[in-house]
């Protein structure tokens, strides 16, 4: 979703929290976001960001844990 997009969402979330009475659930940012455009979502009102560029740089550690049987 483009930011303009994600504002519409928090606005109706929010509008249709107030109505009922309800407590608006929580809403998440994910998919495309990488740290170069984090700043546009940042201020938009939802509750938590996803970055994948955090893990999917990451160097792979293969490590194993072997059980011989006594």
């Not at 509008?15 to 929580?26: E, F, I, K, M, Q």
Request: aromatic share 2%.
């Amino acid at each position: 979703m483009t930011p303009d997009e994600v504002t519409a969402c928090v606005e109706l979330a929010d509008d249709h929290a107030s109505s009922t009475g309800r407590r608006r659930p929580l809403l998440e940012v994910s998919g495309g976001i990488s740290l170069e455009t984090i700043g546009r979502y940042a201020g938009l009102g939802v509750d938590m960001i996803s970055v994948g560029g955090l893990t999917n740089s990451a160097p792979v550690l293969d490590i194993g844990l072997d059980i011989e049987p006594s």
